[in-house]
């Protein structure tokens, strides 16, 4: 009896001491949320997650910016960005893997470790370079040399990728190779569907590095009309100059709404894809 | 097989249209696009704002982006754009990098839109112009007039039982101040101009009759580092005696609303003249502005006037003309400056001049007051611009100044600090 | 019959030839990518770190001079010195608190799922600049951070992001509250290991803390250490939060300077795109080095299940 009263009591203090941690954790994202329904002032010194009272204003001023243009751009450049590069990359990479995994051609093992090489190469070495070639060939001020690079896929993505199609029984090619299949009969009809599990995770992770992308809109959008929501927080944010602290909470929040509906939405193959590929979110 | 290379050819192919598609932005359907921008505060930016749209009502033709951020970000902003090579039509410059602009052929000489009449300078003294001449070419026109001050809450000063300060106010004076004001009622003091600590260093030396940088740009302009010990040490002791609020956190950058004197926690903060509107305008209390005060044994005064900001016009500008216009606008339409009530300085143009003196709120007309006053007397001749290194000095100014008043170093190293790396910066 | 060999043979080879053609069909976009936006900037960067080069001029070769002059270069010190500082608090603490949270999520109890939710949130948020923003304003003097601290009487009015020993740790806890992503990656790993291990031990007499160093440790290191290659590679390129967290500068007193920041700085600020190549070839070294080091030290403390990992 006393041993069984004991193990409840563990239980709930387990289910107390999780929860408290838990709300540690997001305490910090319950905070710039509520400080998005206060006024300045109730926002300096204050750790309280209730605001006086619910104010919209600061969605309404935040939505405005500042001149004539408004986070109605923002939005629309992240979405074209995240978007289309999302596209892009998932469906080059899931083209690249199978070439990688199912085609024994000459050079590939030496390929492939070359794309393994350049997932450990930190961007900062081709940083500069790929500024000064899209300087040259006027892509400043484009989205391009943030979209194309992305068409060619991601050596990341293209590599879980491998991994998902050798998961798949080569069985099934080799019945389609004698029903007189080539192989992009074999891609197109047998591997590409059965690597919708793989797709969706990449496809996830894509838009949610495209979304959160800062280095890359700071280096190549010079212009207000082109920025993304990242750059755009960023200079409404600019510590000398903000004072409208419930504005930019405002716009932060709507602009972690994208992120959140597709955490809500895709849950289960995020955490399939995390657990399966060792993903980073 | 075939169908493989059909997919490859098309990626390819959809990569090149989003490509063509991408080149063609703005502008083709009759209407020009210009970019401006300029470092702000919020009073400023809603003021140019205003003045943006002015502008476009009469001509709609034009459609103008703004882009502004804070001072710092400016900078990082506009040499990312330098090394873009897309710099704005209309970029707002400072005295200490238009030589560095111009010497590099980044922004355009002005000569020919004056002398055409688009841009119309008609009675403006040519002291107000100098500042923008490198070699004889107009590469920046000044928006207006600045000088240092300092700027302080009277009430807090009388709620302490201080007197308000005076023109021949010497440092010591200062310190003696800001000691009964921490005594009898706990507000303390600001060190001198945290975003950048050279401006007041740089008053400080010229007073000893000294430039901050030598003539040739290659060198500090002092011998004597004492004079910059005794500028660490005073600030160093009044932060050991609690007086002035640690670098710690007066080092922070803030927005004028979040800053010590709005919140309170200073009764003084140093500015450019033309700052003490947005200053006002985030502080309820009423403020008043004077001279920085004195060293004890100064040869000459060390206030100057700076041109407050030009504008300028970068070479890559394809609308230069039309950019040309936009800034006659600013500089002289009077419902313009009925806008912008001088808050980039006190204006060039005389009769914009006196039209916004007859029509400034109180705080602008104590910047009038303020400038003709050091305009009598109280200012020295303006030292030649600041030399192209000049960015990563005034980094390494802030930082040893950061290190010295948190005790990291003491006022004598962080002094020969400044002198050796300084040098070393400059000479490269 | 000879005829018949040639045959096979020249099909055979045909074959072979079908197959390279279809695999460089099929790598071909990342393979144009690669030599254009990889392999064409690597060389370049290799030339451009042998120049000064100011982008608006054309570059000047001076040798290993920007090599040299890094050396004395006391920022580069401080950034290589606030790197590692970074890394080697932020990349243990955060694998630390995964594996603890992990095991503590990895038996049955209720509401299990809805806790790994709250404690799987800060990584899928965390990226954005929203997040980096919200966490300036955090930890300023008057933020919520000290408010917190007042209600425990521990508010000293200490401006956490302005004082130059506290700022990087602003950023570390930034990284280590994201803990996550590898939080669910052990998750997943302890998921696997057969329950009759640790039975096996419990009729032994074995202790908790027995079972999760001789058990769950060794059999979750291959996962750990693919973990550990990834994070120390993100560590030491960290840009963007510390950009924003300290405004773009450094501040204060370059405590917060990461190296991919001073890299920025020297490339983007100052125009250095020689000095700025050079010292991404240093990072390089480092990361390499550090990758390395870490492959040949697996054989001792890694183990593969197929080599009969206990």
């Given at each position: 009896?006393?041993?069984?009263?004991?193990?409840?009591?563990?239980?709930?203090?387990?289910?107390?001491?999780?929860?408290?941690?838990?709300?540690?954790?997001?305490?910090?994202?319950?905070?710039?949320?509520?400080?998005?329904?206060?006024?300045?002032?109730?926002?300096?010194?204050?750790?309280?997650?209730?605001?006086?009272?619910?104010?919209?204003?600061?969605?309404?001023?935040?939505?405005?910016?500042?001149?004539?243009?408004?986070?109605?751009?923002?939005?629309?450049?992240?979405?074209?960005?995240?978007?289309?590069?999302?596209?892009?990359?998932?469906?080059?990479?899931?083209?690249?893997?199978?070439?990688?995994?199912?085609?024994?051609?000459?050079?590939?093992?030496?390929?492939?470790?070359?794309?393994?090489?350049?997932?450990?190469?930190?961007?900062?070495?081709?940083?500069?370079?790929?500024?000064?070639?899209?300087?040259?060939?006027?892509?400043?001020?484009?989205?391009?040399?943030?979209?194309?690079?992305?068409?060619?896929?991601?050596?990341?993505?293209?590599?879980?990728?491998?991994?998902?199609?050798?998961?798949?029984?080569?069985?099934?090619?080799?019945?389609?190779?004698?029903?007189?299949?080539?192989?992009?009969?074999?891609?197109?009809?047998?591997?590409?569907?059965?690597?919708?599990?793989?797709?969706?995770?990449?496809?996830?992770?894509?838009?949610?590095?495209?979304?959160?992308?800062?280095?890359?809109?700071?280096?190549?959008?010079?212009?207000?009309?082109?920025?993304?929501?990242?750059?755009?927080?960023?200079?409404?944010?600019?510590?000398?100059?903000?004072?409208?602290?419930?504005?930019?909470?405002?716009?932060?929040?709507?602009?972690?709404?994208?992120?959140?509906?597709?955490?809500?939405?895709?849950?289960?193959?995020?955490?399939?894809?995390?657990a399966t590929t060792g993903m980073k979110g | 097989m075939k169908k493989a290379l059909l997919l490859s050819v098309l990626l390819i192919a959809v990569v090149f249209t989003s490509w063509a598609t991408g080149a063609q932005d703005g502008g083709g359907d009759g209407t020009t696009e210009l970019r401006i921008a300029w470092w702000g505060n919020p009073t400023r930016d809603e003021r140019t704002l205003a003045v943006i749209d002015m502008y476009q009502e009469v001509n709609p033709d034009v459609i103008i982006e703004p882009e502004t951020v804070g001072w710092g970000g400016y900078w990082d902003r506009i040499n990312t754009q330098v090394a873009a090579g897309s710099l704005p039509d209309v970029m707002q410059h400072d005295y200490a990098y238009l030589l560095q602009f111009a010497s590099r052929k980044q922004v355009a000489d002005m000569t020919p839109f004056v002398d055409s009449g688009i841009i119309n300078l008609d009675?403006?003294?040519?002291?107000?112009?100098?500042?923008?001449?490198?070699?004889?070419?107009?590469?920046?026109?000044?928006?207006?007039?600045?000088?240092?001050?300092?700027?302080?809450?009277?009430?807090?000063?009388?709620?302490?039982?201080?007197?308000?300060?005076?023109?021949?106010?010497?440092?010591?004076?200062?310190?003696?101040?800001?000691?009964?004001?921490?005594?009898?009622?706990?507000?303390?003091?600001?060190?001198?101009?945290?975003?950048?600590?050279?401006?007041?260093?740089?008053?400080?030396?010229?007073?000893?009759?000294?430039?901050?940088?030598?003539?040739?740009?290659?060198?500090?302009?002092?011998?004597?580092?004492?004079?910059?010990?005794?500028?660490?040490?005073?600030?160093?002791?009044?932060?050991?005696?609690?007086?002035?609020?640690?670098?710690?956190?007066?080092?922070?950058?803030?927005?004028?609303?979040?800053?010590?004197?709005?919140?309170?926690?200073?009764?003084?903060?140093?500015?450019?003249?033309?700052?003490?509107?947005?200053?006002?305008?985030?502080?309820?209390?009423?403020?008043?502005?004077?001279?920085?005060?004195?060293?004890?044994?100064?040869?000459?005064?060390?206030?100057?006037?700076?041109?407050?900001?030009?504008?300028?016009?970068?070479?890559?500008?394809?609308?230069?003309?039309?950019?040309?216009?936009?800034?006659?606008?600013?500089?002289?339409?009077?419902?313009?400056?009925?806008?912008?009530?001088?808050?980039?300085?006190?204006?060039?143009?005389?009769?914009?001049?006196?039209?916004?003196?007859?029509?400034?709120?109180?705080?602008?007309?104590?910047?009038?007051?303020?400038?003709?006053?050091?305009?009598?007397?109280?200012?020295?001749?303006?030292?030649?611009?600041?030399?192209?290194?000049?960015?990563?000095?005034?980094?390494?100014?802030?930082?040893?100044?950061?290190?010295?008043?948190?005790?990291?170093?003491?006022?004598?190293?962080?002094?020969?600090?400044?002198?050796?790396?300084?040098?070393?910066?400059?000479?490269? | 019959?000879?005829?018949?060999?040639?045959?096979?043979?020249?099909?055979?080879?045909?074959?072979?030839?079908?197959?390279?053609?279809?695999?460089?069909?099929?790598?071909?976009?990342?393979?144009?990518?690669?030599?254009?936006?990889?392999?064409?900037?690597?060389?370049?960067?290799?030339?451009?770190?042998?120049?000064?080069?100011?982008?608006?001029?054309?570059?000047?070769?001076?040798?290993?001079?920007?090599?040299?002059?890094?050396?004395?270069?006391?920022?580069?010190?401080?950034?290589?010195?606030?790197?590692?500082?970074?890394?080697?608090?932020?990349?243990?603490?955060?694998?630390?608190?995964?594996?603890?949270?992990?095991?503590?999520?990895?038996?049955?109890?209720?509401?299990?799922?809805?806790?790994?939710?709250?404690?799987?949130?800060?990584?899928?948020?965390?990226?954005?600049?929203?997040?980096?923003?919200?966490?300036?304003?955090?930890?300023?003097?008057?933020?919520?951070?000290?408010?917190?601290?007042?209600?425990?009487?521990?508010?000293?009015?200490?401006?956490?992001?302005?004082?130059?020993?506290?700022?990087?740790?602003?950023?570390?806890?930034?990284?280590?509250?994201?803990?996550?992503?590898?939080?669910?990656?052990?998750?997943?790993?302890?998921?696997?290991?057969?329950?009759?291990?640790?039975?096996?031990?419990?009729?032994?007499?074995?202790?908790?803390?027995?079972?999760?160093?001789?058990?769950?440790?060794?059999?979750?290191?291959?996962?750990?250490?693919?973990?550990?290659?990834?994070?120390?590679?993100?560590?030491?390129?960290?840009?963007?939060?510390?950009?924003?967290?300290?405004?773009?500068?450094?501040?204060?007193?370059?405590?917060?300077?990461?190296?991919?920041?001073?890299?920025?700085?020297?490339?983007?600020?100052?125009?250095?795109?020689?000095?700025?190549?050079?010292?991404?070839?240093?990072?390089?070294?480092?990361?390499?080095?550090?990758?390395?080091?870490?492959?040949?030290?697996?054989?001792?403390?890694?183990?593969?299940?197929?080599?009969?990992?206990?």
């Open positions: 009896m006393a041993s069984k009263s004991r193990k409840v009591a563990g239980k709930i203090l387990f289910q107390v001491l999780m929860f408290a941690f838990g709300l540690i954790m997001i305490y910090p994202i319950l905070w710039m949320i509520s400080n998005s329904f206060k006024t300045t002032n109730e926002i300096f010194g204050s750790a309280s997650l209730l605001p006086e009272k619910l104010l919209i204003d600061n969605y309404v001023r935040g939505w405005r910016y500042v001149g004539r243009l408004t986070f109605t751009q923002f939005f629309k450049n992240s979405l074209f960005y995240s978007c289309f590069s999302t596209i892009g990359v998932v469906v080059s990479s899931a083209f690249v893997a199978f070439g990688f995994a199912r085609i024994p051609f000459k050079g590939s093992k030496f390929w492939f470790a070359v794309m393994f090489l350049t997932m450990i190469l930190p961007y900062q070495v081709i940083m500069v370079p790929q500024f000064i070639i899209f300087q040259k060939i006027g892509w400043i001020n484009t989205f391009k040399p943030l979209i194309v690079p992305m068409f060619m896929g991601l050596p990341f993505f293209i590599f879980l990728m491998v991994q998902f199609i050798r998961g798949i029984p080569v069985e099934l090619d080799e019945s389609a190779w004698i029903d007189g299949c080539g192989y992009f009969a074999i891609f197109t009809r047998i591997i590409a569907p059965l690597m919708k599990p793989a797709v969706i995770t990449t496809t996830i992770f894509s838009f949610y590095w495209r979304w959160e992308d800062f280095l890359g809109p700071l280096l190549y959008l010079n212009k207000p009309k082109l920025y993304t929501v990242s750059l755009a927080l960023r200079m409404f944010s600019d510590p000398q100059t903000s004072t409208d602290w419930g504005a930019i909470f405002a716009m932060g929040t709507l602009s972690l709404i994208p992120v959140l509906a597709i955490f809500i939405a895709f849950q289960k193959y995020l955490d399939q894809g995390i | 009675g403006v003294d040519e002291t107000y112009l100098s500042g923008g001449r490198v070699d004889g070419k107009l590469y920046g026109i000044s928006l207006g007039t600045n000088a240092v001050a300092m700027v302080y809450d009277p009430g807090m000063l009388k709620a302490a039982g201080v007197a308000e300060p005076t023109l021949d106010w010497t440092m010591d004076d200062f310190a003696a101040a800001a000691r009964q004001v921490f005594a009898s009622t706990g507000v303390q003091t600001v060190p001198f101009f945290t975003t950048d600590p050279k401006v007041g260093f740089e008053n400080w030396i010229r007073q000893t009759g000294y430039p901050m940088f030598d003539p040739s740009g290659k060198s500090i302009g002092f011998k004597n580092i004492s004079e910059l010990e005794a500028f660490f040490a005073l600030q160093v002791q009044l932060i050991a005696e609690g007086v002035m609020i640690p670098a710690e956190e007066s080092f922070v950058t803030l927005s004028p609303q979040e800053g010590f004197l709005a919140q309170g926690g200073s009764w003084v903060d140093f500015i450019w003249s033309n700052q003490f509107v947005s200053t006002q305008d985030a502080v309820d209390r009423p403020l008043k502005m004077t001279l920085v005060p004195a060293i004890a044994n100064g040869d000459r005064p060390g206030t100057y006037l700076k041109p407050s900001m030009f504008f300028s016009i970068p070479e890559v500008s394809e609308e230069k003309e039309e950019a040309a216009k936009f800034v006659d606008f600013f500089l002289n339409d009077p419902d313009a400056n009925m806008v912008l009530l001088g808050e980039r300085g006190v204006p060039i143009t005389p009769e914009v001049r006196e039209i916004v003196k007859a029509n400034v709120p109180g705080a602008m007309q104590q910047i009038f007051d303020f400038i003709s006053l050091v305009g009598n007397g109280y200012a020295s001749p303006i030292d030649p611009p600041d030399p192209a290194a000049s960015g990563e000095f005034l980094k390494m100014f802030r930082d040893v100044t950061m290190e010295t008043l948190m005790g990291i170093v003491t006022p004598a190293e962080g002094a020969a600090k400044v002198e050796s790396q300084g040098n070393s910066i400059l000479s490269r | 019959m000879g005829l018949s060999t040639t045959g096979t043979r020249s099909f055979a080879a045909k074959k072979e030839l079908k197959k390279t053609i279809a695999g460089y069909c099929f790598i071909s976009p990342w393979l144009i990518g690669f030599l254009f936006f990889t392999m064409l900037p690597i060389l370049t960067s290799a030339y451009y770190s042998m120049t000064s080069y100011d982008i608006l001029d054309d570059p000047v070769f001076i040798g290993f001079g920007n090599f040299t002059s890094m050396m004395s270069d006391e920022l580069f010190w401080k950034s290589i010195k606030v790197t590692f500082t970074y890394v080697f608090f932020s990349v243990p603490l955060r694998l630390a608190f995964a594996l603890f949270v992990a095991v503590l999520l990895n038996q049955k109890a209720r509401f299990l799922r809805f806790h790994q939710t709250l404690y799987y949130l800060p990584s899928i948020l965390g990226g954005s600049i929203a997040v980096a923003v919200m966490w300036r304003r955090l930890f300023m003097a008057d933020g919520a951070f000290n408010a917190i601290l007042e209600i425990f009487g521990l508010n000293r009015g200490i401006s956490w992001i302005g004082r130059e020993d506290t700022a990087l740790m602003t950023l570390v806890v930034l990284a280590v509250w994201q803990f996550g992503s590898s939080m669910l990656i052990f998750l997943a790993g302890l998921k696997q290991i057969p329950q009759s291990y640790y039975e096996a031990a419990r009729i032994d007499g074995a202790r908790r803390d027995q079972m999760f160093f001789k058990i769950t440790i060794p059999y979750l290191s291959s996962v750990i250490f693919f973990n550990l290659i990834m994070q120390l590679i993100a560590g030491f390129t960290v840009f963007t939060q510390a950009f924003v967290v300290s405004g773009g500068s450094g501040d204060p007193l370059n405590s917060t300077l990461v190296y991919a920041l001073y890299l920025y700085q020297r490339a983007f600020k100052y125009y250095q795109m020689g000095y700025a190549s050079a010292m991404a070839w240093v990072l390089v070294l480092i990361i390499g080095t550090f990758t390395i080091v870490l492959f040949k030290s697996q054989g001792k403390w890694v183990f593969y299940e197929s080599k009969g990992g206990k």
